[in-house]
């Protein structure tokens, strides 16, 4: 099935920091999304892409659908410490087709 | 105002135990999920509806049944509850099948 790879599995920053997030898969995706969760609750959306080459931004988060239409990447500018958390990339083939998640980073951010 | 509500928050049973899990949106989305989220925190689908309809049926036990008796809401009952049960379940919600989804803040399960 479907897979998208999100890795490493955990990443520790310095609060100001910069970082980069990226999502692969072998297949093809029509449109990528940007989720965060934080402890204790569901996954918020982050932001949304649906066209290869988009590049959006949210605040200080900026996202891109990658132009083969098999990656993304999420870029997070000048951390807090509520940046903490986990990120997950989701993924959708088709139209009428599942979401399908990354296993998620965890996001750490030191004062 | 909550928009993807899900009760109970907590939920411990015993093993063998039939329970339900409840599911609320209030943004007049048409289509609704299901989601076990496990303890390494990876997230699959189970099921979705659109419009009361079933669209989407993963590889799930017959044990979970589904239940949608409105578009604004969409109901788990688990039957003979087992240890691998255990997980957070959330419910998600969406305009349509290819918008971006509204989760809910889960149920976390325990099987004892």
């Known amino acids: 099935g479907q897979q998208l790879n999100q890795s490493p599995q955990s990443m520790f920053i310095q609060e100001g920091e910069d970082v980069s997030m990226n999502c692969t898969s072998s297949?093809?995706?029509?449109?990528w999304l940007w989720y965060k969760q934080d402890p204790g609750e569901g996954p918020v959306l982050l932001i949304a892409?649906?066209?290869?080459?988009e590049l959006t931004s949210n605040g200080r988060l900026t996202a891109q659908f990658g132009i083969t239409r098999k990656d993304s990447f999420l870029n997070i500018s000048a951390s807090i410490p509520s940046d903490v958390g986990i990120y997950f990339c989701?993924?959708?083939?088709?139209?009428?087709?599942?979401?399908?998640f990354g296993k998620g980073i965890t996001l750490s951010v030191r004062p | 105002d909550t928009a993807v509500s899900q009760t109970p928050k907590y939920l411990v049973t015993q093993m063998g135990n039939d329970k339900s899990i409840k599911c609320e949106q209030n943004l007049g989305h048409d289509t609704m999920y299901w989601y076990k989220q496990d303890s390494k925190k990876f997230l699959k689908i189970m099921f979705s509806?659109?419009?009361?309809?079933?669209?989407i049926n993963e590889t799930v036990p017959n044990r979970f049944s589904p239940k949608s008796p409105d578009k604004a809401h969409l109901n788990l009952h688990i039957n003979s509850l087992e240890l691998g049960d255990s997980a957070v379940y959330f419910c998600a919600s969406s305009q349509s099948l290819n918008q971006p989804q509204h989760f809910g803040d889960g149920t976390r399960l325990s099987i004892l």
């Open positions: 509806y659109n419009n009361k309809e079933l669209i």
């Open positions: 989701a993924g959708q083939a088709g139209a009428n087709s599942k979401l399908t």
């Open positions: 297949s093809i995706f029509n449109t």
């Open positions: 892409l649906y066209k290869a080459g």
